[in-house]
């Protein structure tokens, strides 16, 4: 059928002559005049390419470094939908370099964290991005929150996390001046980092060694395209046809879809199962006003409640200075959703018709509704932040940026707390990689993810 018709690329849109609405290809902060990406021409007509990575995240972005650093002699192309990289959950992330402290010891998570923060210090002096190792306190502020600190503590030895210690009230207040608390755990080696930096590195890092990005590709539809009567017993070279919403095409030999956000549904194109189901939780900061920065010196978290993947409100100073407060977690009415009122009937929909959501509100109906509470009343907020820093009022602070991250849940109701990979059905099945749950701290761990991913694409699809 394809070779019967005048194939339709990406990049000229079906014709000979390039047009303007087309995808974009990425040229990478170092060919602009001000420091942001810039975009060239239109790509040759022959947008095929062996392996497509769907997502310029930053796990996608590693992802795909990793690869062409692994297979140089095989072509890569990263597709993403907007205009920018690492616009949503990349973007829009504390900038905490975790050190591996809260995880299960011997996981997956706590393996790759501690790793990841690793490899992100040392790629950080390679490239020289700036990061600070400003530390972390948790702090416990309550008698029946030392034996979970304590638990910490040893749970953060056992996954080698460097340099941690308990230390008492007045240790916290020669740390943080302004800072109560009976006990802490302090962590040195946690820092901060701006990962769409990081994230723009990687996509330099890729483009260096041949990659190809396009920017302003949403991906709509994967399919294996059909062979002609005249096509060889071998089949075609280049078998899977990857649409966009704008009915354009690239052909390659293999995907690997990074989606974050929009990983269920990318999954479920190529046949696979619709669980585990992202369901979109927002994550409101408030900001320290600038004069008021001075009140708070490295990362000040609370004792985690166990029963939720969040961290609870937190302090976080930020590489510009500023220092971010909180999150609350509430379920977000959009999968982009970073406004109170933003809302998508479609993705609305999708979340409150899931039976998985409503078990999991049910069993934590009091949680959810503290925090609904708390996004929609700053003096709320406010409360929970004096009880570390009590010099806090609600005049020293503004209502800052939101994130949203992508819970990955089962129809049980049950938060996916590990990594989940996917395939699909039929033909296509056999040459798609869905990463369709990279759990927090994704960020910190993305170059050890990267090589994971990297072991699982090679021997999946024997590259």
């Known amino acids: 059928r394809w070779r019967r018709r005048r194939r ?3 990049c000229c849109g079906g014709g000979r002559a390039a047009v303007a609405e087309g995808p974009r290809r990425c040229g990478g902060p170092s060919a602009a005049s001000a420091g942001e ?8 007509p022959c947008s095929t390419f062996d392996v497509a990575v769907v997502g310029a995240g930053i796990v996608g972005l590693a992802s795909a470094r990793e690869l062409v650093r692994r297979h140089p002699s095989l072509t890569f192309a990263v597709l993403e939908k907007e205009k920018e990289l690492a616009h949503h959950q990349s973007g829009h992330n504390s900038g905490v370099i975790h050190s591996g402290i809260y995880y299960t010891p011997g996981s997956l998570k706590a393996k790759l964290c501690v790793q990841g923060a690793a490899l992100c210090y040392e790629y950080c002096d390679q490239k020289g991005i ?3 190792q400003c530390g972390k306190l948790i702090v416990a502020i309550e008698q029946d929150e030392i034996p979970r600190l304590k ?3 040893e749970r953060g030895l ?8 308990l230390i008492g009230a007045k240790e916290i207040q020669a740390k943080e001046p302004f800072c109560r608390g009976l006990m802490a755990l302090d962590s040195p080696y946690t820092g901060i980092v701006n990962y769409k930096q990081v994230a723009q590195s990687y996509a330099e890092d890729f483009q260096e060694a041949g990659g190809t990005i396009l920017t302003d590709f949403e991906v709509t539809n994967m399919e294996m395209a059909k062979e002609s009567s005249s096509e060889s017993a071998d089949g075609l070279k280049y078998p899977v046809i990857v649409r966009n919403s704008k009915g354009e095409e690239i052909y390659c030999r293999h995907i690997v879809t990074c989606a974050g956000l929009y990983s269920d549904r990318l999954s479920e194109i190529s046949g696979c199962s619709p669980e585990p189901r992202i369901v979109p939780f927002r994550g409101d900061y408030l900001v320290l006003k600038p004069e008021k920065c001075y009140m708070v010196k490295g990362n000040i978290y609370p004792v985690p409640n166990p029963r939720f993947p969040f961290l609870g409100f937190h302090f976080t100073p930020r590489m510009d200075g500023s220092v971010w407060l909180g999150p609350n977690a509430v379920l977000a009415f959009k999968r982009e959703g970073y406004k109170l009122f933003d809302f998508s009937t479609g993705d609305f929909l999708d979340a409150v018709t899931y039976s998985g959501l409503w078990k999991l509100v049910l069993r934590n109906l009091s949680y959810g509704l503290s925090e609904m509470y708390r996004a929609c009343f700053l003096s709320a907020q406010v409360k929970q932040l004096q009880k570390f820093i009590p010099e806090v009022t609600i005049n020293d602070v503004l209502r800052g940026p939101s994130g949203v991250r992508a819970q990955a849940l089962d129809s049980d109701g049950n938060l996916v707390d590990d990594f989940v990979f996917d395939g699909g059905s039929g033909d296509i099945g056999s040459r798609i990689l869905h990463v369709r749950n990279a759990p927090s701290p994704a960020a910190t761990s993305s170059l050890a993810i990267a ?5 699982e694409v090679k021997q999946r699809f024997e590259l």
Not at 158 to 165: F, I
């Open 451 to 455: 090589k994971m991913i990297a072991d």
């Open 158 to 165: 056992q996954n080698n996390v460097r340099g941690l210690k």
């Open 151 to 153: 638990a910490l503590y």
């Open 130 to 132: 700036p990061y600070k």
């Open 8 to 10: 339709r690329c990406c």
């Open 37 to 44: 990406p810039s975009y060239g021409p239109s790509l040759s």
